[in-house]
């Protein structure tokens, strides 16, 4: 910028985006933080509401529980994510490709809320699937598919397989086709040209996808509450019971710390497939 030192200008830039952070991230957070070590009441300093958390056999369930589904979430995501992002990259026509990913983020294009209500619709006793499984005669009685733990996985599938979708299909958009076509000139099937050149390098997409579908499901309250109902604990709705039936900011502040912290552990062991790991 004119009349600044060059050094100066490169703040100047980044000064906004600091202050956003360090206002609506890092002091809530520090604030969140120091209230953690206040037990209910503001009696006290300590680590009272920390040691409840690793002394309450109901608080690590919880913990176990968020990630139990976060992890299968991550994983029948992927699965189902890679062969899809394939085809949209290497079978469906360049020409048609734009209007293919434009129908695959569809989902993303309804409120949050809706996807979760219409999955309980369709997942109920009487809902679509119970009705069309009784009606071609394979069931005789409905059968339990809403407030459980597979409601709850198909409603968070149902969106971030779309997301692991998109960042797959760009590391595979950004690989030369000349890489297979070596493979075959050296002698490599197509499953061996898959398995050691294709996957490995689109291993940084799949863990950026990964990661943030790990994120954004292990800190989710919405879809766990509406499909899954109180049938099982997850971190969330551990914390929101902390705030809406006890009004214990305390212990709600210390879980929302100890979440936290799980995401920063899983930041800390995917950071190298993420390329952001300093050399």
């Given at each position: 910028?004119?009349?600044?030192?060059k050094?100066?200008?490169?703040?100047?830039?980044?000064?906004?985006a600091?202050?956003?952070?360090?206002?609506?991230?890092?002091?809530?957070?520090l604030?969140?933080?120091?209230?953690?070590l206040?037990p209910?009441?503001?009696e006290?300093?300590?680590?009272?509401n920390y040691?409840?958390?690793f002394g309450?056999p109901?608080?690590w369930?919880?913990?176990?529980?968020s990630?139990?589904?976060?992890?299968?979430?991550?994983?029948?995501s992927?699965?189902?994510?890679?062969?899809?992002?394939?085809?949209l990259?290497?079978?469906?026509?360049?020409?048609?490709q734009?209007?293919a990913?434009?129908?695959?983020?569809?989902p993303?294009?309804?409120?949050y809320v809706?996807?979760?209500?219409?999955w309980?619709?369709v997942?109920?006793?009487?809902?679509?699937?119970?009705?069309?499984l009784?009606?071609?005669?394979?069931?005789s009685?409905?059968?339990q598919?809403?407030n459980?733990?597979?409601?709850?996985?198909?409603?968070?599938?149902h969106?971030f397989?779309?997301?692991?979708?998109?960042?797959?299909?760009?590391?595979?958009?950004?690989?030369p086709?000349?890489?297979?076509k070596?493979?075959?000139?050296?002698?490599?099937?197509?499953?061996?040209?898959f398995?050691?050149?294709i996957l490995?390098?689109?291993l940084p997409?799949i863990?950026v996808?990964?990661?943030?579908?790990f994120v954004?499901?292990i800190?989710?309250?919405?879809?766990?509450?509406?499909?899954?109902?109180n049938n099982?604990l997850?971190l969330?709705?551990?914390?929101?019971?902390q705030i809406?039936r006890?009004?214990?900011?305390s212990s709600a502040?210390?879980?929302?710390v100890?979440?936290?912290?799980?995401?920063?552990i899983?930041?800390l062991?995917?950071a190298?497939?993420l390329?952001?790991?300093?050399?």
């Amino acid at each position: 910028m004119t009349g600044l030192p060059k050094n100066s200008t490169g703040w100047f830039c980044v000064t906004p985006a600091l202050l956003f952070t360090l206002l609506f991230f890092v002091l809530p957070f520090l604030g969140m933080a120091v209230l953690s070590l206040f037990p209910k009441g503001g009696e006290g300093f300590g680590f009272e509401n920390y040691a409840q958390f690793f002394g309450n056999p109901s608080y690590w369930r919880a913990l176990v529980n968020s990630l139990e589904v976060t992890a299968i979430v991550t994983a029948v995501s992927i699965l189902l994510a890679y062969p899809f992002a394939w085809i949209l990259a290497n079978v469906v026509p360049e020409r048609w490709q734009r209007l293919a990913l434009m129908l695959a983020v569809l989902p993303f294009w309804t409120s949050y809320v809706v996807r979760s209500y219409s999955w309980l619709l369709v997942l109920a006793e009487n809902g679509v699937i119970n009705q069309m499984l009784m009606g071609s005669g394979m069931l005789s009685a409905p059968v339990q598919l809403a407030n459980s733990r597979a409601a709850t996985v198909i409603g968070f599938v149902h969106f971030f397989v779309m997301l692991l979708t998109l960042t797959i299909y760009a590391n595979l958009k950004q690989l030369p086709p000349n890489y297979r076509k070596a493979a075959a000139d050296l002698g490599a099937g197509p499953v061996s040209a898959f398995i050691h050149i294709i996957l490995p390098l689109t291993l940084p997409g799949i863990m950026v996808g990964a990661f943030l579908t790990f994120v954004l499901a292990i800190g989710d309250y919405i879809t766990p509450q509406i499909l899954g109902g109180n049938n099982e604990l997850l971190l969330p709705q551990l914390i929101m019971m902390q705030i809406g039936r006890r009004g214990d900011f305390s212990s709600a502040s210390a879980l929302s710390v100890i979440l936290m912290a799980v995401v920063t552990i899983a930041y800390l062991a995917s950071a190298r497939w993420l390329k952001i790991e300093r050399t």
